[in-house]
T-cell receptor
């Protein structure tokens, strides 16, 4: 398996523009997470999905941010309009189904990240 | 709410042991993890411990868990320059669908 695939790897845009980040999770994984990493705040959980359904979006900064998972193999994180303070590395991660009592470590597999710079 | 805290920096000499500490708040956590992030890359699982264990050893890595104090530590024996990276502690909140909360990360610098 190729692992979690994110695109673009780097994006530079101007304030006010729409940004769409994409993620393809590992095949067979049923949970998908979006994180944001900055020097100031570390790694913040933005939203996560189980079986394509958003479970907790309390980390989404504001209405300018939205995330979708239309099917098990694709998710997007959209920022509209973008602002300079959105500059960060955005990570997508996926995980197989957690099974109580089974040998499931709950390990998250991360993509390489999308580095966003908003000027 | 859930919170995971770590010190931000640690510097050691090559060959010494490194100890990275972490505290967490959620007592329902079933799994606790250590992830490693190398420059320009995503995080990778280094090791994990079940909440019913006190210690886990894996080659140069030793994880200690004190559930009473909600304290987790990672010891790296014979630290090498290749161990220089950011190390994240994380807890999995099982009663919230396995939501994974990370600490700020500890940047380990290994000097030759």
């Amino acid at each position: 398996d190729a692992g979690v695939i994110q695109s673009p790897r780097h994006e530079v845009t101007e304030m006010g523009q729409e940004v769409t980040l994409r993620c393809k999770p590992i095949s067979g994984h049923n949970s998908l997470f979006w994180y944001r990493q900055t020097m100031m705040r570390g790694l913040e959980l933005l939203i996560y999905f189980n079986n394509n359904v958003p479970i907790d979006d309390s980390g989404m900064p504001e209405d300018r941010f939205s995330a979708k998972m239309p099917n098990a193999s694709f998710s997007t994180l959209k920022i509209q309009p973008s602002e300079p303070r959105d500059s960060a590395v955005y990570f997508c991660a996926s995980r197989e189904r957690l099974r109580q009592g089974a040998a499931s470590t709950g390990e998250l597999f991360f993509g390489e990240g999308s580095r966003l710079t908003v000027l | 709410g859930e919170d995971v805290e770590q010190s931000l920096f640690l510097s050691v000499r090559e060959g010494d042991s490194s100890v990275i500490n972490c505290t967490y708040t959620d007592s329902s956590s079933t799994y606790l993890y250590w992830y490693k992030q190398e420059p320009g890359a995503g995080l990778q699982l280094l090791t994990y411990i079940f909440s019913n264990m006190d210690m886990k050893q894996d080659q140069r890595l030793t994880v200690l868990l004190n559930k009473k104090d909600k304290h987790l530590s990672l010891r790296i024996a014979d630290t090498q320059t290749g161990d220089s990276a950011i190390y994240f502690c994380a807890e999995s909140v099982y009663n919230q669908g396995g939501k994974l909360i990370f600490g700020q990360g500890t940047e380990l610098s290994v000097k030759p």
